[in-house]
């Protein structure tokens, strides 16, 4: 009995590791180790007072006999953490999308910065979408969502036993939208520049010494802050109703 529990420990600390530490915002390069692990042995300690003993007791005896079994079931449930993660990860995509297209509009994609959820860099105004997701996210209580999916996996995908997989439209629906929900909330902004960028092509098709590159560019960008600024209730609202979509978790 003693050999179930802490196998049955072992694989409730592998799942949560591999979650915490492939989530926004503690998959970031800038977040502490020590803070990682501590969080990862404080919802080990968490979830293992409530699953540890149901799992012990279900557990195959000829698991706790066989490295190879052993092995291959912490390595199935490190990479069920990791791809819960990655997928709760992509409420923040289409947000990275929607600054990153308004900053190739403006013509600022020279100007990045470090990511605080990546170890790649990133620009300006993706991370200060991201800091507005994230500080909404936490406000609003909407990241108990992710836990409470995550101790759903206790009963769905039980450790130890074989898995039945459950309806795919979540993942897919999840992974296809990322690119339309980004541009749909930059999509103020960016028909504001795009018709900036029209007239200016106009303008210098009409007046030849007009230089695109001269003075188009200081157009676009100021044309682009203004609209960034009236436009900007819009995109906060778009932001926060996409993550209020996503963390429903509609067809799962």
């Not at 910065?113 to 997701?133: R, Y």
Request: proline residues 5%; hydrophobic residues 55%.
């Amino acid at each position: 009995m003693t050999t179930a529990l802490a196998v049955a420990a072992m694989l409730v600390f592998l799942r949560v590791a591999g979650f915490v530490v492939f989530l926004p915002p503690f998959a970031g390069a800038n977040v502490p180790r020590t803070v990682k692990v501590g969080v990862v042995v404080a919802l080990t300690g968490l979830w293992g007072l409530k699953v540890i003993p149901g799992v012990a007791l279900t557990l195959n005896p000829e698991v706790t006999g066989s490295w190879l079994l052993l092995g291959w079931l912490a390595v199935r449930e490190t990479i069920f953490g990791a791809s819960l993660a990655w997928m709760l990860g992509l409420v923040l995509v289409p947000i990275r999308i929607a600054g990153a297209y308004i900053v190739q509009e403006m013509g600022l994609t020279m100007a990045a910065v470090t990511s605080a959820t990546e170890s790649s860099e990133s620009n300006v105004l993706s991370q200060l979408f991201e800091i507005a997701a994230v500080l909404f996210l936490f406000g609003s209580n909407l990241d108990h969502q992710f836990f409470r999916l995550f101790d759903a996996t206790f009963t769905l995908f039980p450790m130890g036993r074989s898995w039945q997989l459950p309806s795919r439209d979540w993942f897919i629906n999840s992974i296809a939208e990322t690119s339309r929900l980004g541009l749909g909330i930059a999509a103020p902004v960016g028909v504001v520049l795009f018709a900036c960028l029209i007239a200016s092509l106009f303008i210098m098709r009409q007046t030849p010494q007009f230089n695109l590159f001269t003075f188009g560019t200081p157009i676009r960008l100021l044309v682009g802050l203004l609209a960034l600024i009236w436009f900007l209730p819009s995109i906060l609202t778009g932001m926060a109703q996409n993550i209020k979509t996503f963390t429903s978790f509609p067809g799962l």
